[in-house]
Structure formats: C-alpha cells, structure tokens
DNA sequence: TATTGTTATACTCTATAACTATA
DNA sequence: TATAGTTATAGAGTATAACAATA
C-alpha cells in the first residue's frame, strides 16, 4: 500500500485564519440581529437605505455586489415585515423605489448599535496597536486587490 | 421632517473588513475548486479524510464543527462524485464509515495545490512583516475567543 | 433508554434565465 | 431593441426534528 503524499493542512493558509475567525464574528452578529428579527444581508440592505432618498433596486445591487433578482427576494421580506415600501418612480415607468419606513428607520440605530457592541466585544481584547495594524492590513488588501462587493454573508 | 440620527456605518467595524477580505479570498478558492467539480466544503471534508483510517461520520461532525444530518448530505454528494466510500463498521451495528476513494486520495494533492496557490497568490503581496503579524493577530483572536469549528462556508 | 446515522423539512443566500412592462 | 424589475428554478449551506436500527 502506497502512503499518501505529504499535502498543505488547512491551517497553513493565511486565508483559513481568516475566515475562521471572520465566520466567528460575523456568525455572533448575525445571532444578535436575528434576535430583533432581521439577516446581516437585511441589516446590509437597510443600513444602505437609511438617511437616503428612496433608491432604486438597481442602485442596491450595485452597492451591495448582488443580482438584482437576489435584491428584489431580499427587498420581499423587508416589505414584508413592514420595514421597507416599494414604491413606483414617478418619472421612469419601469422604474420602482425602496426606502425605509418609519419602522425601519427606527430600526437601523439598534442594529448599528448591535455592530458596535459585536465588534467592540471582539476586537477590544487586542492591544490597540494589534487592532491598529490588523485594521491597515485589511484595507490594504482591499486596496491591492481592488475588491469592491460588500459582504453580506 | 426628523433628521436620521447619525449611526454608525458598516465599514466602522473591523468585523466588515476581515468579512470583506475573507468573502473575497474564500470565492476565489471556491471558484478554483469548482473547476475540479467539488465545493469548499467538500474540499474540507476530503481533507479531513485524507491519510486517515475510515472515520465515523460523527467524528467528522465533530471536526468540522457540522451537524451530523449535514455530515449525510455532504458525503452523499462525494459518494456520489466517487470519491469517497461509505461502509459499515464492523464492530458496531449502527456504525457507518467513510474513507476516501483512489480518485479522492488522488485529488485531495491537486485541490491541497490549488490553496496553496490562492493562498500565495492573495497574501504575497503584502510585505513579509505583515504576512506576519497577520498570522500572530488572527491565531490571537482565535484563541482569545477559544473559536473550534473549521469554517467551510 | 441512549446513541448512530439518515431522512424530511425549512430557511438563507446565491446565480442564471425567462418573462413583463416600459423606454 | 434595450433596460428595469420580477419571477422561476436550482444548488449549496445551515439547522431542527422525526425516525430506524442497534447498543
């Protein structure tokens, strides 16, 4: 019987690490805002309406790098729990508008509190100068790579 | 008309940026795995087998931080690429194992390949010092928040 | 009774493609 | 004919709970 050739684990990616402790944070957050009823990808979608005129779905799509057949489904459930009206454009008659209602505008300030709770509970046990050069290390990646979608999963 | 209290934004957190930058280097592999026909969570589970004796599949929940019905799901799609074997155990009657096939010893080299080069390919360009603190920051927050489950999504 | 594993169900997120209505 | 948006379908991932077989 032959034995199996050495191969990488893992663990010996950079990209591993990652995502491993991406998944904890963001698995901790999503449980958070699920609590108040709501996805990261409807927090996502909400966030992006607040303080804004009402918006196009095309615009969202754009904005969060998603399909504007995945924007309208997700639009679907906000509509449905009454934190988001569609609305026809008054001058383009293809045309269809999202924005907040009254409830999803009252909304979003708790979930961002959530975030920053989720992150501080986080990211505050790292020396500052840790949290200072993990911070300089990420956007430099974005940088170099040119990445542009917000991550909604 | 009130104005929208000011909220904090999503980029304010360092939970999005390590999302962003993990999102974007995990579709990167995934897309280069699935050229060789296996998801990233399938490439974790072939991994996991690899060089292994035939392994329970509750052990394999265990590893990969899944339920064991998500265990079923995914080694049925690989029993089903041939690339990995169920059997019965022989001293327990409830007892399955599943081992991986020539083809999936053979492919678990090619795929081991493939991360390797993602993995290089994202984080060489950083400077080494950063690679390295990098590494130290992020096995830090692990342990810090004593995260177990491997990530596969 | 407890445990192993499978199966059934359901939900989120994703993408592609067909389709409707309007420009 | 091009564009805006919706709808339909499909697949991957997640989880819970019911179930069969065995211990």
Chains 1, 2 share one sequence.
Do not use: C
Not at 4 to 19: E, I, N, T, Y
Not at 38 to 65: K, N
Request: glycine share 6%; charged share 20%; no cysteine.
């Amino acid at each position: 019987m032959t034995r199996p050739p050495p191969v990488s684990a893992l663990s010996d990616h950079l990209g591993f690490w990652l995502r491993f402790v991406s998944n904890h944070v963001s698995h901790a957050f999503a449980a958070k805002v699920e609590e108040r009823g709501v996805t990261v990808a409807e927090w996502v979608m909400l966030r992006a309406l607040y303080g804004q005129e009402p918006m196009a779905p095309s615009r969202l799509a754009d904005a969060m790098g998603m399909t504007r057949g995945a924007i309208t489904k997700l639009a679907n459930r906000l509509v449905a729990k009454s934190l988001v009206v569609r609305a026809a454009s008054p001058d383009d008659g293809r045309a269809q508008t999202l924005a907040l209602t009254e409830a999803g505008a009252r909304l979003v300030p708790v979930l961002a509190t959530l975030a920053d709770e989720n992150d501080t509970a986080f990211f505050d046990p790292l020396p500052p100068a840790d949290r200072a050069h993990l911070e300089r290390i990420l956007s430099d990646l974005v940088a170099r790579h040119g990445m542009r979608n917000v991550p909604v999963e």
